[in-house]
């Protein structure tokens, strides 16, 4: 892509700190480059919504898209990257369907809410077997490998490496032998260094750390790629995708070449090392001031904690309103728990700049200061 580099990081005063676990805020310059090439992008009279995936101008912003993600994960060149439509849950479907094979079982590692959605649906398909839970304390822990009970038969062991609601996150990568890793990485993608080399597949939606809902991500290893069961749909169906360039269907053309800005934009920073960095000092920053007080509590084993979505409870309930009242009165947004497990939750993705932490730190001791 010939396009300017993307600006620096000046703040619109305007915009709030947005604190969702997703969709969730993209980097300020992509989205204002994104504005700036809406009518005509590079010369070609078109908005990218409108050019036909076929064309010159989206096949070149298909390609550098990939090319900038493969260097920005180290993605070995016998991994292929699809950019597909179907999201997260989709996959939930979408894998089993690609990887059973002539196999009926597969383990799942049962570590929260997104683990227990794959496992629902895997089922429709598989014979699933929980392979670890930490469902005994309320989902606040990776349950640690020498618990898990491998079946050596299994089409493959999934595990969810990020538990968006649950905050809880894998700080290690499994060793599950022979049988193909799979993660699903929705909400920590391009968070940390990955070693893609250990997983058979890694596949995530991209309205977390990468762009806008609508584009999922799958990034599979070449050698499983012969496994799809027969109803397998063309337009999930890996190998069909990867012999198209994930053009078998029309892919979901904006959220790629927007997808493609937050990748430009993530290099210019330094890449993932750099990003991973901040991302380390953000989550400290926040969950220092959250163990610092006994007014709020943080619920997830500490080695376990999530670097990007932090979970929180005001240790008395009552106050949750005014809290979240506060929060939005000061430009800080949907801090309010998933409905599942309530309280409050902060999502400080790779975008979320440390301005916004400090200033969600300020407020948690300020709030405390008034109403402990
Ligand atoms: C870890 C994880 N898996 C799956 C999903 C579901 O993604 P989608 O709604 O795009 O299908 C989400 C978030 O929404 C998620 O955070």
């Not at 989206?58 to 439509?85: M, S």
């Not at 990867?242 to 990748?263: C, K, Q, W």
């Amino acid at each position: 892509m010939a396009g300017s580099p993307l600006p620096g990081t000046h703040r619109d005063p305007m915009r709030a700190f947005n604190f969702s676990a997703g969709p969730a805020v993209l980097p300020e310059p992509v989205l204002r480059q994104a504005a700036a090439e809406m009518l005509d992008w590079h010369g070609s009279g078109m908005s990218v919504m409108e050019m036909s995936h076929r064309g010159k101008e989206f096949i070149a912003i298909h390609a550098k898209a990939e090319a900038d993600l493969r260097a920005l994960l180290a993605i070995p060149a016998n991994h292929r990257v699809l950019f597909l439509q179907g999201g997260a849950i989709g996959e939930n479907a979408i894998v089993p369907m690609n990887l059973l094979g002539t196999r009926q079982r597969i383990d799942v590692v049962n570590t929260g809410e997104w683990s227990k959605k794959t496992i629902k649906e895997a089922r429709k398909y598989a014979a699933v077997s929980v392979a670890a839970s930490s469902e005994d304390e309320g989902f606040t822990y990776v349950p640690p490998r020498d618990r898990w009970k491998l079946d050596p038969e299994a089409a493959y062991v999934h595990v969810c490496t990020n538990e968006t609601i649950g905050g809880v996150e894998y700080q290690w990568t499994p060793d599950v032998g022979d049988v193909p890793l799979v993660a699903d990485m929705s909400s920590h993608l391009l968070s940390r260094a990955v070693d893609v080399a250990k997983f058979g597949v890694i596949y995530g939606g991209a309205q977390k750390n990468i762009g806008p809902a609508g584009l999922t991500i799958v990034i599979v290893r070449d050698d499983l790629l012969d496994r799809a069961l027969p109803i397998c749909p063309s337009a999930f169906h890996w190998k069909e995708q990867a012999e198209a360039d994930s053009m078998l269907n029309t892919p979901p053309t904006y959220a790629i070449y927007v997808a493609g800005l937050v990748f430009e934009w993530l290099l210019a920073q330094g890449g993932v090392p750099a990003i991973e960095k901040r991302n380390v000092a953000k989550a400290k920053l926040l969950y220092d001031a959250l163990d610092a007080s006994a007014f709020y509590v943080s619920p997830v084993r500490r080695e376990d904690r999530s670097r990007m979505n932090v979970p929180f409870r005001l240790r008395d309930d009552r106050l949750d309103g005014a809290f979240l009242k506060g929060a939005e009165e000061r430009g800080m947004v949907q801090l309010k728990g998933h409905r599942s497990v309530g309280g409050m939750r902060a999502s400080i993705y790779n975008a979320m700049p440390v301005e916004g932490v400090q200033a969600l730190v300020d407020y948690l001791r300020d709030f405390e200061r008034r109403h402990g």
